[in-house]
């Protein structure tokens, strides 16, 4: 992996929570920082395209959130997006490769988070037959994470949280849209 | 409301596995299947009360589905709802154009599921 091409990428979008991107510019670099929440890279070598997506399926005390079928939902919905936008690209589930990034368990309070948000991923990317080709999750620090989508070099360093900037780790909240399942009858 | 047997389409077995659970838990019988050729192979076989179908879909989308159902006497009337995480007007109406009796955007909330399969199939 050629770190040094990754770092000084010109070209560089912050994947924000609850976002997503797919891209095949080999000028561009995916970023993101996590910390409980997940990030799933896929990279399809058949057509040399790659994303990423970064969600967190429910913090506690969300309310109806606390509903694991919800909690459910919401990550599906994030992963869906991310693998529909690959597929309208050309990808197909069976040759795109994935890898899980996240799910530390930062905050105490709320140590099981990470490590349901991890499950929830792998589970996600197994019933759905696309290979996971590397994982790393889980711990107590944050990661920050960088991805070339063209080519589907990835960089993540472990980084101590009291060296992430605030405006680095957003407060969680969970990955839904406003509209959640509004329904229109026509 | 008694149940009613349901066929959901959709390209990924998770999303298949979770509208399947909401829909049993509110006491319907469900049947699925993985594209809408997959779906119009079983709909020759047997005729549900309602078809809940992703767009996004290899082989044959969303919107071929319905196009294709709403060609046939039988379905002419069958309530489809489109269940996608696009929500686009201009998928809507093409949606709507085709035939498709209401849209749904993901990720469903399974109340709101529960009460559009009431309305359009009673």
Known sequence: ?186 | MGPITILTVDDSPSMRALLKHALVGQGHVVHDAEDGLIALDWLNRHIPDLVITDINMPNMDGFGLIEALRKQDRYRDMPILVLSTESSDEKKVRARDAGATGWIVKPFDPDKLAAAVRRVTH
């Open chain 1, 1 to 186: 992996m050629n770190t040094n091409a990754i770092l000084s990428a010109k070209n560089r979008i912050n994947v924000i929570q609850g976002d997503f991107y797919v891209s095949d510019d080999p000028q561009l670099v995916l970023s993101t920082v996590l910390g409980s929440c997940i990030a799933i890279c896929l990279f399809d070598p058949a057509i040399e395209a790659g994303g990423m997506n970064h969600f967190l399926l429910a913090e506690p005390g969300a309310g109806s959130e606390r509903d694991p079928l919800k909690q459910r939902l919401y990550g599906a919905f994030a992963m869906e997006q991310l693998i529909n936008e690959m597929i309208k690209r050309g990808a197909n589930r069976s040759t795109m490769k994935a890898h899980i990034y996240g799910g530390s368990n930062i905050h105490r309070a709320m140590a099981h988070i990470g490590t349901s948000n991890a499950n929830f991923a792998r589970d996600f990317l197994r019933q759905d037959g696309i290979p996971i080709s590397l994982e790393d999750t889980g711990g107590s620090a944050a990661r920050r994470l960088d991805l070339k989508p063209a080519t589907g070099q990835i960089r993540c360093k472990h980084i101590p949280t009291e060296d992430v900037p605030s405006s680095a780790m957003p407060p969680l909240r969970p990955a839904a849209p406003a509209r959640v399942g509004d329904v229109e009858l026509f």
